[in-house]
C-alpha cells in the first residue's frame, strides 16, 4: 500500500443574515414602551472532518424579541418590567455518505497514518431553545443609598436530538490492524436508540443591591441574590431504570435541585484625597453557573439508549460482518438487563460555582492619561468531571511493568514477578459493581473538580484626545485545575482523568492558563486638512483612522498522551506518557517488549534514550503530569485602516479594511491568535501531536493552522 502526505485546499465560508426592528413610545410623562427585535441566521461550513468531501453546511438561526416598559413613580423611585422570547435552533448534518456493508458511515480513525474518514465525530445532531423570559428590577434613592431589587425567570422548552457514536466510532492504532479487518484496539463503540432529550427547565432568581455612600469619599455596595434552577426534564426520568437500583452501589432516583443558591457579594470604592483622581477598590463575590445540556444527552438511561463497546474484541472480520449492527435498545428490560445495559448516571443537582476576589488601584494624571493596577483571584468549586464510575486500574505503583532506558540483562527479565499477560486479566470493572449486575462503562458528570486563578492585570489608557487614543495592558497570571474539558471537545486535554479515583493527580496548569498576555492597541484620527475648507484636501488626503493591534500570548498547555490504556482501567482516554528523565522533552520515542525466557511480557526498553517523553506501553505506570508542554505563543499585529469621505453634515462614505495577522506570520498556535480561548481539536493529526511515538508529536507546523493574513473589506453608508 502507497502512503504519503498529500495536500488540498479545504473551502472555509459562512453565510450571514441579520436584522434590527425597534419601537419606542412614550405613553405618559411616566410610561414609556419599547420593542426590539433581532434576527441571526447564518450557514457554515463544519470542517470538523478531515477530508472535505465530508464537509458539510450546517445552519444555525437565532431570533429574539423583546418588549420593555419604564414606570416613574416618583423622582426618586423608577420601574423597569421586561418580557422576552428566543429562539435558537442549529444542526450538525452527517450527510448521505454510505460504506459497503454497512448501515451508516462510520467515524474511522487510524493514528499511526494521521487518518480520519468520515463526516464530522459529532454528528448528526440538532437542537431547538425555545426561552420565555420576564424581568423586573425597581430602583429608588434614599439618602446616601441607592437602592436596586429585581425579579428574573424563565421557562425553556429545549428538545434535542445527539446520540454519541451513534454511526460507529472505530478507531486502529495501526493500519495493519485496519487492512486486515481486526476489531479495533483502541475505540470499537456505537450508542444504540437515541430518544429524544428535553432540557426544559424553569429558572427563577431575585435580587437587593444596595450602594451606599458612607462618606465622601467612600462608597460601598453589598448584594445578596438567590437563585433557584430546576433539573431538566429527561435528566428526571432517570426514573424509568429504577429497576436497576442496588442500595449501596447506585440508586436510580429523581435528581433533586440545590435550594440553597444564595450569592453574596460586597464592594468598597475609596478616593483618598481631594483631587479624585486616585480610587482603590476591593471586591468579593459568589456566583453560580449552569451545567450543559451535554451532561444529560449522554448519561440517557438503558430503555432510552445504550452503548456497545467491543475495543480489543479478538475478532477478525470487523467491517466485512458490518461492524457494531444497529439493534436498538428495549424498552422492556428486567433487572438484570437493566443493569447490565446502564451506560450513564444523572447525580443530583450540584451547581459549578465559584468565589472571586480583587483589589486594585486607578490613577489619572494629566487629565487625558489613567493606569491601573488590580489583583485579581478566583476559586472554583463543584465543578463537573467526566467519571467513569466502574473503572479502576489494574497497574499500580507496586505492580508496574518497568521501562528501562538501556537493555537489563535475561536475568534481570527472569526475576521479574509481574507480567502483561496476569495485568491484563486482573479485571478493570469495579468487583462492587460487576457483582450487582452492572457490566457495562457508566458514565457520569460529578461535582468533583475545582480551579484557581490569580491575576495581576496592568493597564495605561490615553483617552481620546487629539485624533490620538491608546491601552497598553499586561496581564500574569496562573490559572490551576483538575478539570478543563468534560466532553470530548479537544485531544489536547483529556476529558477524563488518567484515574478517578486520584483526581488529585491530574490538578496541573489549566489548559486555559495563559502565563504572560500582553496587548497593545493605538486609534489615530488624522487631523491634517480635519479644518480646511478645500473639499479634496479634506475629504482625499485627509479623514483617515488607523487602528493597529499587538497581542503577544504565552502558548496554551496540552497533555503528552500514551494513547493506549497503560493503567489497564478498560479506558484509553486519560493515560499519560512517561518521563525519561534528562531526555529532550521535544522528542518522543516508543518502546520495544522486553519478555522473560517463558516468552512472557515483563518490561520495555526505550527506542530512543534522547526522547524526554516515551508512550507508555500497556501495563506501565505513567508518570508524565497532566499539561506539562506549551504550544507557540501568539505574537500578533492585526489593525484596521478606515477612509472616510463626508459630502455634507449629514451624507458620508466610509470605506475599510481590517487585516488580521498583517504582517502573515506563521502562527501555529493551536488555537486563535485574537482570542484568549482554547480552540476545540478532535482530529486524528491532533491526537497523534500529544502521542510520543508519533511523526507529529510536538511538531504543531505540521498539525495546526498557520493562521495566515485574513482581510476583510467593506463601506458603508452613513446617512
Keep these: 500500500v502507497q502512503i504519503g ?10 453565510n450571514n443574515e441579520a436584522g434590527v426592528g425597534a419601537f419606542d413610545a412614550t405613553i405618559s410623562d411616566k410610561d414609556s414602551l419599547r420593542a426590539r427585535f433581532v434576527l441571526n441566521r447564518s450557514g457554515s461550513i463544519d470542517t470538523a472532518a478531515a477530508l472535505p468531501v465530508f464537509f458539510q453546511t450546517n445552519p444555525a438561526n437565532s431570533y429574539l424579541v423583546t418588549l420593555t416598559e419604564f414606570h416613574t413613580f416618583s423622582p426618586s423611585i423608577t420601574n423597569e418590567f421586561r418580557m422576552g422570547f428566543n429562539r435558537y435552533s442549529s444542526t450538525t448534518s452527517a450527510g448521505n455518505f454510505k460504506w459497503p456493508g454497512l448501515d451508516q458511515y462510520p467515524n474511522i480513525n487510524i493514528f499511526d497514518l494521521n487518518v ?15 426561552q420565555y423570559q420576564l424581568t423586573d428590577n425597581i430602583s429608588f434613592t434614599k439618602g446616601k443609598h441607592s437602592l436596586k431589587m429585581g425579579f428574573d425567570g424563565f421557562k425553556q422548552i429545549s428538545p434535542q436530538s445527539f446520540t454519541q457514536r451513534s454511526r460507529g466510532d472505530y478507531e486502529w492504532s495501526n493500519l495493519s490492524d485496519y487492512l486486515f479487518d481486526y476489531a479495533p484496539d483502541y475505540i470499537a463503540q456505537r450508542s444504540l436508540g437515541g430518544a429524544e432529550y428535553y432540557g426544559d427547565r424553569i429558572f427563577a ?9 458612607a462618606t465622601a469619599h467612600l462608597t460601598v455596595n453589598v448584594g445578596l441574590r438567590y437563585e433557584y434552577l430546576t433539573v431538566a426534564h429527561s435528566e428526571q426520568e432517570q426514573t424509568i431504570n429504577a429497576i436497576a437500583s442496588v442500595p449501596g452501589v447506585l440508586v436510580f432516583q429523581k435528581p433533586t435541585p440545590e435550594k440553597t443558591n444564595f450569592m453574596p457579594r460586597i464592594g468598597l470604592a475609596y478616593s483618598p484625597g481631594n483631587s479624585g483622581k486616585t480610587s482603590i477598590r476591593a471586591g468579593i463575590g459568589r456566583s453560580f453557573d449552569v451545567l450543559p445540556d451535554n451532561f444529560g444527552l449522554l448519561s440517557l438511561p438503558p430503555q432510552d439508549t445504550t452503548t456497545v463497546d467491543v475495543t480489543g474484541a479478538a475478532t477478525g472480520s470487523f467491517l466485512a460482518t458490518g461492524g457494531i449492527p444497529p439493534n436498538a435498545s428495549a424498552a422492556g428490560l428486567t433487572a438484570a438487563e437493566a443493569r447490565a445495559g446502564t451506560s450513564g448516571y444523572v447525580p443530583n443537582q450540584v451547581r459549578p460555582q465559584s468565589w472571586q476576589w480583587n483589589l486594585g488601584i486607578q490613577h489619572v494624571w494629566h487629565e487625558n492619561y489613567t493606569f491601573e493596577s488590580r489583583y485579581l483571584g478566583t476559586r472554583g468549586l463543584h465543578l463537573p468531571v467526566q467519571a467513569q464510575l466502574d473503572r479502576m486500574p489494574a497497574v499500580n505503583g507496586g505492580n508496574a511493568l518497568p521501562i528501562y532506558s538501556a537493555a537489563p540483562s535475561q536475568a534481570t527479565l527472569n526475576g521479574l514477578t509481574n507480567n502483561l499477560a496476569a495485568l491484563s486479566a486482573i479485571p478493570s470493572l469495579d468487583p462492587r459493581f460487576s457483582s450487582a449486575g452492572f457490566l457495562s462503562t457508566i458514565t457520569s458528570y460529578q461535582p468533583w473538580g475545582n480551579s484557581t486563578y490569580h491575576g495581576w492585570a496592568n493597564q495605561a489608557t490615553r483617552r481620546f484626545s487629539n485624533g490620538l487614543q491608546f491601552s497598553a495592558a499586561y496581564t500574569f497570571s496562573h490559572n490551576i485545575d483538575d478539570s478543563t474539558a468534560e466532553v470530548f471537545s479537544t485531544y489536547t486535554t483529556p476529558r477524563r482523568p488518567q484515574n478517578i479515583r486520584n483526581l488529585s493527580a491530574d490538578r496541573a496548569s489549566s489548559a486555559l492558563d495563559h502565563r504572560h498576555r500582553f496587548t497593545y492597541q493605538v486609534l489615530y484620527d488624522t487631523q491634517f486638512f480635519r479644518t480646511s475648507k478645500n473639499w479634496a484636501l479634506k475629504n482625499v488626503v485627509g479623514n483617515w483612522e488607523v487602528a493597529p493591534i499587538y497581542t503577544y500570548q504565552t502558548g496554551n498547555w496540552f497533555t503528552v498522551q500514551s494513547g493506549l490504556d497503560s493503567n489497564l482501567n478498560g479506558d484509553t482516554g486519560g493515560d499519560r506518557a512517561a518521563v525519561n528523565a534528562g531526555g529532550n522533552p521535544l522528542i518522543g520515542t516508543g ?12 518490561a520495555y526498553q526505550i527506542i530512543n534514550p534522547a526522547a524526554g517523553y516515551v508512550t507508555a506501553p500497556k501495563g506501565t505506570l505513567s508518570t508524565a503530569g497532566r499539561n506539562t508542554e506549551r504550544m507557540n505563543p501568539t505574537n500578533d499585529i492585526d489593525a484596521s485602516i478606515a477612509k472616510n469621505i463626508a459630502f455634507s453634515e449629514k451624507y458620508k462614505v466610509q470605506f475599510s479594511g481590517r487585516f488580521f495577522n498583517i504582517m502573515n506570520h506563521s502562527q501555529y498556535v493551536g488555537g486563535n491568535i485574537s482570542d484568549v480561548a482554547s480552540v476545540g481539536f478532535t482530529s486524528t493529526n491532533v491526537h497523534n501531536f500529544t502521542i510520543p511515538s508519533s511523526s507529529v508529536f510536538h511538531q504543531a507546523s505540521q498539525v495546526f493552522s498557520s493562521n495566515p493574513r485574513g482581510v476583510t473589506l467593506s463601506a458603508k453608508f452613513i446617512f
Design 591 to 602: 518502546t520495544t517488549a522486553l519478555k522473560n525466557s517463558a516468552g512472557a511480557t515483563v
Design 205 to 213: 432568581g431575585m435580587y437587593f443591591n444596595d450602594s451606599w455612600k
Design 5 to 14: 502526505q498529500i495536500s488540498f485546499n479545504a473551502p472555509a465560508f459562512t
Design 116 to 130: 480520519q474518514l468520515g463526516p464530522d465525530g459529532n454528528a448528526p445532531q440538532g437542537g431547538i431553545q425555545n
